[in-house]
């Protein structure tokens, strides 16, 4: 995959409020004796208007961490918060609210329905929930996303890279005030990775959303304003401007089996 464009923007957003934000944050999966401790006592702010990749090696806790400032999981103790909401403090319909409302997804499935068109999947998330969306910043995402020309077209008329791009936009176009990719790239080959990649990115510098990604792929994280790197359940490095080569050697000091250097 090639390397990604050079940002378009210094991000003055960094002294901004994070747009997330965890406090003293453990997560443990079962109990007792048989208990697994996820995330121990992560301390950790998302700045608004960038993008963030979290990596680490596998069982280092990077897809809970992502979960839980989500609030798609529960944390076992600490504090989590979206903005100024702390999400340990609210119920089951408030936090699906608030998902709705302020959050968007783009994972490894594409999650198309197929009897849709583009269009219609990029809508379905407002029209669910009985909202129209905003005509100015549709066109905007879309053309952002180069999806003008595929609008009509259902999921078994594009391509991989194409239905991603149409994920991306249907978590872009409710303009939450945070997007989560979980390996967006890992069905992808590598051209249209790097095209899904080089969109995220142009989220950030174009439209002023803010991105967090989980990765394993050195080259996925050099698109990224940030790494942040994850080892048994609590966040032992960071690194700004990263360059696939950079995040590469971080990741080796971390784990020594061989890292995959193309897209997942």
Known sequence: MAGPPQSASENTSQHAAPAARAVGLSKAYGSGDTAVLALDAVDVAIDAGRFTAIMGPSGSGKSTLMHC????DQAT???VWIGDTELTRLGDRQLTRL????????????NLLPTLTAQENITLPGDIAG????????????????????LGHRPHELSGGQQQRVAVA????GRPALIFADEPTGNLDSRSGAEVLGFLRRSVDELQQTVVMVTHDPNAASYADLVLFLADGRIVDRLERPTADSVLERMRRLD????TTGAE
């Open 256 to 259: 020594p089996r061989p890292a």
């Open 77 to 79: 103790s600490g504090e």
């Open 131 to 150: 909202r129209r969306p905003d005509a100015a910043w549709l066109a905007q995402v879309i053309e952002t996303l180069g999806l003008g020309d595929r």
């Open 99 to 110: 998902r709705r409302d302020r959050v968007g997804f783009v994972f490894q499935a594409f």
């Open 69 to 72: 400032l989500a609030g798609l």
């Open 170 to 173: 249907r978590a872009l176009v």
